[in-house]
Nanobody, 116 residues
Framework: QVQLVESGGGLVQAGGSLTLSCAAS????????MGWYRQAPGKQRELVALIRNGGRRNYADFVKGRFTVSMDNVKNTLYLQMNSLKPDDTAVYYC??????????WGQGTQVTVSS
């Protein structure tokens, strides 16, 4: 049982920055992975960034060099630092947590809107 609550979304101008947070209801050090996905209207949900318990990170090609995913085990919080934002980054961003290969938890999402 893991509850995830995203925050930090909002409206920014192109080229600006936002930091998203995902607060978990329990310790996250034992989770196998946590990550960020996003979904724009009319599009499929897609991976943005993932961090595994061993520290290995995966990034979608469209955010490499701009976004950084990190995890604070003391605060039980996952972060996504988003720099050089573009209008195409506009979407609802979702936090997820994975245990093994079959258990996945999702947050409710936070809206990110990038204007030109």
């Amino acid at each position: 049982q893991v509850q995830l609550v995203e925050s930090g979304g909002g409206l920014v101008q192109a080229g600006g920055s936002l930091t998203l947070s995902c607060a978990a209801s329990r310790n996250i050090f034992s989770l196998d992975a946590m990550g960020w996905y996003r979904q724009a209207p009319g599009k499929q949900r897609e991976l943005v960034a993932l961090i595994r318990n061993g520290g290995r990170r995966n990034y979608a090609d469209f955010v490499k060099g701009r976004f950084t995913v990190s995890m604070d085990n003391v605060k039980n919080t996952l972060y996504l630092q988003m720099n050089s934002l573009k209008p195409d980054d506009t979407a609802v961003y979702y936090c997820n947590a994975e245990i093994g290969t079959s258990i996945i938890y999702w947050g409710q999402g936070t809206q990110v809107t990038v204007s030109s």
